[in-house]
């Protein structure tokens, strides 16, 4: 079937080179490839965010996709029986079927409270940090124990800057693929991931909700690589005190000159008229096919089939499934 591929970015793998520098994926090259390309080197390292970025640049060019950067797309509407991408700067893409795959992490989320601290703090989102370069001299609070936060966390402390953690740890894997048993222990734990936990088996529906609502489990980073580089847990953020300063839940005030939110990202789905969206502002769809807008099609979402279904290892199967459902929706 004829398709093209809008990016927003000017190059085929930007939303990854404009993270902080030293991020690598949380998993393991051997669960980071999609279909029909392994990334080079050895299956158990952890890739950087730049060798991803060229991996999906040499995907697009093995396969010949067609992919045209430098579009971001501002509004999705129906006109006439079919779908209208209006690009920024004028010009619009017209199709019988779209794919909505702008991934799991959207708008930056910040507390409510973020506007109220000192404007002397400098605070960043995690998305728009870099490295501890771009900060003020002096001690760093983290807020958001997840996997980014930890590894900003570690980053920092490992450039010798105090750092603290804010947050409840919301657990890890307690392998390391370094290892000859996480070696052997990683693929058992992908394939619970990808037939188990999944929304067509009994425990696959009972613990989606829980997953949905809390951090995923630390991957990479372990409680002990925190621990040895110095960094401080704390309770979470409760608030800003009236000198604006971070109030910590056990009433703790945190004097420090910087501040980077960890805390996650929000959907946003304002730009697509007439979808509608679940209570986290999620749309409406069921293994990726929305009903109420024929032809309208999401993938990468946040279990949308599996607890793996909006990584990059993890997104085949839900590719797969579509494209059936696309080639069908056109036959008829």
């Not at 400098?122 to 771009?134: E, I």
Request: aromatic share 8%; glycine share 12%; proline share 8%.
């Amino acid at each position: 079937r004829p398709f093209v591929i809008v990016d927003a970015h000017a190059r085929i793998g930007d939303t990854w080179r404009t993270r902080w520098d030293g991020l690598r994926l949380f998993t393991p090259a051997g669960h980071d490839a999609l279909p029909g390309l392994p990334l080079p080197g050895k299956a158990f390292r952890f890739p950087s965010k730049d060798e991803m970025a060229d991996y999906l640049a040499r995907y697009a060019e093995a396969f010949g996709l067609a992919v045209r950067t430098g579009s971001p797309v501002e509004r999705l509407e129906l006109a006439g029986g079919r779908y209208v991408a209006r690009i920024r700067g004028g010009g619009a893409i017209e199709a019988d079927n779209v794919v909505v795959a702008t991934g799991a992490f959207q708008k930056p989320r910040v507390p409510a409270f973020a506007p109220d601290l000192d404007p002397g703090i400098v605070q960043l989102h995690s998305s728009r940090y870099r490295n501890p370069d771009g900060l003020r001299d002096g001690a760093v609070l983290v807020v958001g124990p997840g996997n980014s936060g930890a590894d900003i966390a570690l980053d920092l402390a490992t450039a010798g800057r105090h750092t603290f953690l804010a947050g409840k740890h919301p657990g890890h894997l307690p392998i390391r693929t370094e290892s000859w048993r996480g070696r052997m222990a990683f693929p058992l734990i992908w394939f619970v991931w990808t037939h188990i936990l999944n929304i067509g088996t009994p425990v696959g529906r009972k613990v989606r909700p829980k997953i949905l609502a809390g951090p995923e489990p630390l991957i990479r980073v372990k409680p002990s690589d925190l621990e040895r580089a110095g960094v401080e847990r704390t309770p979470r953020v409760a608030g800003v005190t009236p000198a604006g300063l971070p109030l910590l839940d056990d009433g703790r005030i945190l004097d420090v000159p910087n501040v980077i939110w960890a805390t996650g990202y929000r959907p946003d789905f304002s730009w697509i008229a007439g979808v509608e969206l679940d209570e986290r502002g999620e749309p409406l769809q069921d293994r990726g096919v929305v009903e109420d807008l024929p032809g309208l099609f999401f993938l990468g979402r946040e279990f949308q089939f599996a607890f793996n279904s909006h990584t990059v290892g993890g997104v085949g199967r839900d590719a797969e499934q579509l494209a059936g459902a696309i080639a069908a929706r056109v036959a008829a």
